[in-house]
């Protein structure tokens, strides 16, 4: 047996009587790591029919980039720079700085248009704290976007500005049993 779910047309829910917000959420930890926690929340809000965009700025290595993303089910969108490797420094040659730069241009683009309800930035602190997107432009971003998109952020060393707009901040952080 094979389920489909049906996902509604978005409209603006900000004309709603009771409009609900969307929330800017901060996930960070001390050593750079994808958070398996965050992942799954992006798969189970896709999984219940809501359109969701996980982009990775410093993950490179398959041949990616915006025009062919990644379709995990239904409603969730996956992108990831068109670099042959992961970014680690904030030495790039001009091919990466533009593959980077184009990625960030066409996230904030697809959230401007209210395509996503979820969106996932993966890494964002590194690629500001390398010098790779000005964080003004990332506060701008955050200002602007449409009132019910819900975005993620992650990264080690999340600076403070981001702390100062988020709405939730989760640290991660390592357990060490004796």
Request: proline letters at 7%; hydrophobic letters at 40%; charged letters at 20%.
């Amino acid at each position: 047996m094979v389920a489909q779910l049906e996902t509604p047309a978005l409209q603006s829910p900000c004309n709603q009587p009771y409009p609900v917000e969307g929330l800017v959420q901060v996930f960070t930890c001390s050593h750079r790591s994808f958070f398996t926690s965050v992942i799954a929340q992006a798969l189970r809000i896709a999984g219940q029919g809501t359109p969701v965009l996980v982009v990775q700025f410093l993950k490179g290595g398959i041949g990616q980039g915006h025009k062919h993303p990644v379709k995990l089910g239904q409603n969730l969108d996956w992108i990831r720079c068109d670099l042959p490797r992961y970014i680690d420094t904030p030495q790039l040659d001009e091919a990466e700085t533009h593959s980077l730069s184009e990625l960030w241009q066409y996230t904030q683009k697809v959230v401007d248009e209210g395509k996503y309800s979820l969106v996932l930035l993966d890494e964002l602190s590194l690629a500001i704290n390398f010098g790779l997107i000005p964080q003004d432009e990332v506060l701008a971003f955050l200002e602007k976007r449409p009132c019910y998109v819900d975005i993620i952020l992650t990264g080690p060393e999340m600076p403070q500005a981001l702390l100062d707009v988020a709405d939730q901040i989760t640290e991660i952080r390592r357990s060490h049993r004796l």
